[in-house]
């Protein structure tokens, strides 16, 4: 039997198992019986991917199986077997969306299943920063638990994000390893079926970043084969069914790695970069980061545990913790300070005070440090842009939790990270390793103090640091898009969303939330050929809508003509693009006559009659959507928000944790705007309505601005 | 990317005909009406039945007249005609050679010829049992060039070349009595067999025209295709551009055509030199434009990325286009008609070799003893001529498609290094070509070769065979003029991937290759030779059960007859889309078409429908594949 072969007759018992589960889902519910999965706005994504048909009920699911089997050809050609690959990725999704007909929640914990639109948009900044080099898809069972620990355990530290099927997920657990999202293992199911949810992740990418539409299939496979870097651990036996998802992989461009060989020789089944047989499971690691051409960015750090970003998200308890330094409640600060290259001794780092050996144990304790810096280029503005990234670098830590920034950090260290050896220099050793890596265009000397005794803390705190803070805020608010001379692109995200281009000012930052203009002034000043590029605005166009021939040539050049102009503060005319991973969304809401705005985290209805997911897939990809625009949460404070259709009064709607996040800020500009105090109250809120009828009466009763103001459209 | 589309031969044709609207206002003659006026051909002479060879005659065979004055039937005076044809093509290929070798005899290290691959001159020399350790690199290069050179005239033994061949398919050749002897002898003996009075015998007479093919293919062309590779550089995957938009108005435009690079190398050289460049501005360009045409050009477009004005039966256009200030030719393929036809315009003719004399030239003998001014006093002849231009006939085609090449064996094996995997694979192999195919990601392979002839509409069987190939998960590896068609029409071209099947595609995305490979010149088949015999050894399978076969769909040469014969008697089956001068014996037709598969395990196809042609390739590639159960 050939390659092939195994192939088709995978694909066929597959295609046959669907039939008599749609047949018998039909029979047992009907065939108008509704069919979905949560949280997405695509439908079946990869159904809708491949066709560009939504499946509303079973009725259609069986019609649309119908329109799999035409994908089942069987020439003897790699096309042919790429489709049937497909076609039984299909099927498989077919028979997950099964599980969760009325309402079922089909998968327990530890296993995910379906994965929300919101995930995947999440993901967009960590896979473009290169934070998550990669996606592991671990299927099947490892030879002995121990190998599935250590494999999955590589890949976490290098920040690959690791997703499982199969028996390996029991092996997990007899371990006792810790699985989840937020430790970027993500259990998906125990039947091979449940693969497609990690395979619906990367077509969402493309609908999502990539502005590929839903019916495009060969834009889709282009797209994840250049731009999504997952692969495939496959552990043997390998079975048809395997070989047949395996397929699907590979037309998507993923390479599949097994310990199978002898299957693999069985069927001349070894193809170079994609299907590679490799028997010792150690080397499953490297094997599939070279089948991918996945690099990993070593940064030596000298600690005694871990450093990757799998563990930015990871929680420390209190149970489990040694100490913990609490700005909240006792004096603590993280600073970064230029100084005279004479004044510092490169990779000097001195602790001041008690280590924490000395504290005991579950303890709440005083740390302040300062992360001195000497460079030739180096301005008093990029401080705090470094000074933002320690909350990531110390994340980083295996056993380390940090929150917060300035003087309001909470710093947790767990016990097992303490007793792995792991002190107070080790986090001068950090932000040293960091600092020195990923800004060595500008820093060409750094020394850290740490200080731990509480009368050196407070000194820090309140004599040096806040007073620079406070200098700092100053700056802010000085800094707005008119007192600058120049803008800046972001393309970072190209990477997955090709011709999508941010133009980013003093008053309105990247979408993502993750660059402001002095991000961007930074990343510009530290690799000039770059993604952030300086923008002139010299010839402008139209004042009201923010419109600059400099920006929008620049926009044209950087989207590769897919764009030709761009307004900076309108949402009705020619807004800016987005490229998908966007924090917030805000679409018109007409009843009202304002918008609606929800962010990444909200999972509930808006009164647009849309959710987050649903509202998001409208716009992305580098499309302009009038109407529609993605963008950060800080931007919604901004005094330039919709300034064209009138400014934050016509902001009607967010969700109520949004909307207490940025309160403070949005009062002060609503005020300073309109003379209007505390606006947030006129905002409402899903406790108040999720239907616009109900919204408006709330709205009316409060009086809020928009109501009065000239018709958006 | 997004705009990447092919030219067509209708584009071609549409060109070419605004050419000889040129042609016409200047009374200049062309291919295309020396056709019409040679049509129909001599029908004894197409079916191989006239006999020339002594004075007795000329005989030619009729149903009334079965017999020669001597005696000799249809199937011994097609079989003589044959060896004959034979042996014209292994005579020249290996004088090319021959020549390569003389030129490495020369090379100094100040120059003009220099050892630029030392590597693969100290592999060869290792290979063919010199001492290398110690010794001075151009010591070695004068004592392995003149063993290269008495390979010609050994006295006992072998070609050295063909104990690269697998085992199977040497003893196959001792087997059948064909392992090629010295390379003169193989011609001589060709010449010897086939005088009134010899050789009748088809099977004999067939029998000599395969050894005289391989005394060619592992013999000649493999000498001048290493001793090139050893002197000016083994080729690697380059960028460049083909058809004549690639040459320019502005520019003094020099066309190098022939075949040895030892004399466009030079050229090349000197149109770069600041001196010259400047030279040509005070003349009122804007600088040097060296292009090639035939072999010639593939040979500086592998190793330079010099674009290729165009093949075979476009040497007359590039005249026509009144832009070009001097043609350069060495040897072979060069049409008589240039002289005639640059008298037209202002054009310089200049040949170089006292091989290849024409009436209405500029003979500028060149030798590699006097290499450096000989083609500097060529390229300041051009430049001179710039100011003869008559701009009112000039007229370029814009008309150009990129195209990588350098395809050398070498190089596909670094590029294979490439998708290797080195957790679990080894280099240097041809293994992840091998696992391609077995997998049957890619079907098969098809070496696509030889000339242009006006039996066919130009290019459109090379252009069209390799569309359906490729589009059939079908690699594509192409030299001479075939692979100049691929370049024109855009085959060479990256994005050429995206009309390719979905197998052949993704190798082509993984290897960050185009689907059509450039392996070079014509006496680069012997690279091919390489390849096969690499792929055999790397697979275990014998080279007549790889899925790969060889096409010439527009043939036209006596060296197109003798590549044929090697390759057949490689192993590879054959397809051919003109007919060989064999038509009228059936026992030769045979024998080529069925009977020699005794012998070494292939045989020759010829298919004029060209839609067919590619259908039998692809047919016999599955068969083969299931021979073996791939």
Known sequence: ??????????????????????????????????????????????????????????????????????????????????????????????????????????????????????????????????????????????????????????????????????????????????????????????????????????????????????????????????????????????????????????????????????????????????????????????????????????????????????????????????????????????????????????????????????????????????????????????????????????????????????????????????????????????????????????????????????????????????????????????????????????????????????????????????????????????????????????????????????????????????????????????????????????????????????????????????????????????????????????????????????????????PKELKETVADRLNETAKELYGIENFCDMIGDETVAEDPETLLAFLEEKGHPALTMEPMM | MGNFKLTTVEEFEAATNRLLETGKKVGADAWQYRVANQTPHCKFGEQGICCRICSMGPCRITPKAPRGICGCDAHGIVARNYLKFTAGGAATHSDHGREICHTLYCAKPEGPYKVKDPEKLIRIAKEWGVETEGKDIYDLAHEVAYLGLSEYGKVFGNQNFIKRAPQHTQDLWQREEIAPRAIDREVASSLHMTHMGCSSKPEALIRQSLRAGLCDGWGGSMAGTEFSDVLFGTPRPIETEANLGVMNAENVNIVVHGHDPSLSEMICEYADDPEMIAYAKEMGAKGITVSGVCCTSNEVAMRRGIPMAGNFLQQENVVLTGACEAIVVDVQCIFPALGPLSKCFHTKFVTTSPIAQMPDSEYIRFSAETAAENAKAIVKMAIENFKNRKPELVHIPDMKQKATVGYSVEAIVKTLDGVTNSQVDVTGTTKPLIECITSGVIRGAVAMVGCNNPKVRPDTAHIELMKKLIANDIIVVASGCSAQAAAKAGLMDKAAKDICGAGLKRVCELADIPPVLHMGSCVDISRMLILVAELSKDSGLNISQLPVVGCAPEWMSEKAVSIGNYVVATGLDTFLGVEPYVSGSSEVAELLTNGIRDWVEAAYTVEKDIDKLGDKMIERIEEKRTAIGI
Not at chain 1, 32 to 40: E, G, H, L, R, S
Not at chain 1, 138 to 159: C, F, R
Not at chain 1, 293 to 299: A, Y
Not at chain 1, 610 to 621: I, K, N, P, Q
């Open chain 1, 1 to 654: 039997m050939t390659l092939f072969d195994v192939v088709f007759k995978g694909n066929d018992a597959v295609y046959g198992l669907t039939e008599q589960a749609i047949d018998a889902a039909i029979a047992q519910h009907g065939a108008d019986k509704a069919v979905a999965f949560p949280d997405t706005a695509y439908s079946l994504p990869c159904y809708f991917g491949v066709t560009g048909t939504k499946v509303g009920n079973l009725g259609e699911l069986k019609t649309a199986l119908g329109v799999v089997k035409t994908l089942m050809t069987r020439e003897k050609k790699l096309n042919d077997v790429f489709m049937s690959g497909v076609a039984t990725a299909l099927c498989a999704e077919f028979i997950e969306v099964l599980k969760y007909i009325d309402g079922a929640v089909p998968y327990e914990a530890p296993c995910y299943g379906h994965l929300a639109d919101a995930v995947i948009r999440e993901l967009g900044v960590p896979l473009v920063t290169g934070d998550i080099p990669g996606v592991a898809v671990i299927l099947g069972t490892a030879p002995t638990a121990q190998e599935a620990v250590d494999l999955v355990k590589s890949y976490q530290g290098q920040g690959i994000l690791v997703t499982l099927v199969g028996g390996v997920i029991d092996q997990l657990q007899e371990m006792g390893y810790k699985t989840g999202a937020n430790v970027r293992v993500i259990p998906l199911g125990k039947d091979v079926t449940s693969v497609i949810h990690v395979v619906s992740v990367a077509v969402r990418a493309a609908l999502i970043f990539g502005n590929i539409q839903g019916g495009d299939a060969a834009g889709l496979m282009k797209y994840t084969f250049e731009r999504v870097p997952a692969f495939v651990n496959a552990f043997g036996p390998l079975d048809e069914v395997v070989v047949a998802c395996g397929a699907g992989a590979v037309a998507l461009g993923f390479p599949v790695i097994t310990n199978d060989v002898a299957t693999l020789e069985a069927v001349n089944g070894k193809v170079p970069k994609s299907i590679i047989g490799q028997p010792d499971v150690a080397k499953f690691n490297a094997t599939s980061l070279e089948a991918r051409n996945i690099k990993i960015k070593i940064t030596n750090i000298d600690i005694p545990v871990a450093f990757a970003s799998a563990f930015e998200g990871e929680i420390i308890r209190r149970g489990d913790m040694q100490v913990e330094f609490d700005g909240s409640r006792v004096d603590c600060a993280e600073l970064v300070q230029t100084r005279e290259a004479s004044e510092i001794e490169d990779h000097k780092i001195e602790v001041i005070g008690p280590d924490i050996d000395e504290m005991p144990v579950g303890s709440k304790q005083s740390l302040a440090y300062v992360v001195e810096v000497a460079g030739k280029t180096m301005q008093a503005d990029f401080e705090p842009v470094f000074e933002r990234k320690f909350h990531s670098y110390l994340n980083c830590v295996e056993g380390m939790m940090h929150t917060g920034q300035r003087d309001m950090i909470r710093i947790r260290v767990s016990k097992d990270t303490f007793n792995a050896g792991f002190r107070l220099k080790h986090i001068g050793e950090v932000l040293y390793a960091k600092v020195k890596s990923e800004f060595a265009a500008v820093v060409d000397k750094c020394q850290v103090k740490i200080y731990s005794k509480p009368e050196d803390c407070t000194r820090i705190r309140h004599e040096v640091a806040i007073p620079v803070f406070d200098k700092r805020d100053e700056r802010l608010t000085t800094l707005t898009d008119e007192s600058v001379d120049v803008y800046y692109s972001c393309i970072m995200c190209q990477a997955f969303s090709p011709s999508h281009v941010c133009v980013v000012t003093p008053e309105r930052l990247g979408l993502c939330g993750a660059v402001s203009w002095l991000d961007a002034k930074a990343t510009n000043q530290l690799d000039p050929q770059g993604p952030c590029q300086v923008i002139t605005k010299e010839k402008v166009i139209d004042e009201r809508i923010g419109e600059y021939e400099d920006v929008n040539d620049a926009v044209r050049k950087f989207s590769q003509g897919a764009l030709d102009d761009v307004s900076l503060y309108s949402i009705i005319e020619k807004p800016m693009t987005s490229c998908g991973c966007f924090e917030c969304i805000c679409g018109i809401e007409p009843l009202s006559n304002g918008v609606c705005i929800a962010n990444r985290e909200y999972a509930g209805m808006t009164p647009i009659g849309m959710t987050f997911s649903e509202l998001a897939s409208m716009t992305g990809g580098g499309v302009q959507t009038p109407g529609f625009m993605g963008h950060g949460k800080h931007f919604i404070a901004s005094k330039k928000f919709m300034k064209a259709e009138g400014g934050v009064a016509r902001i009607v709607w967010m």
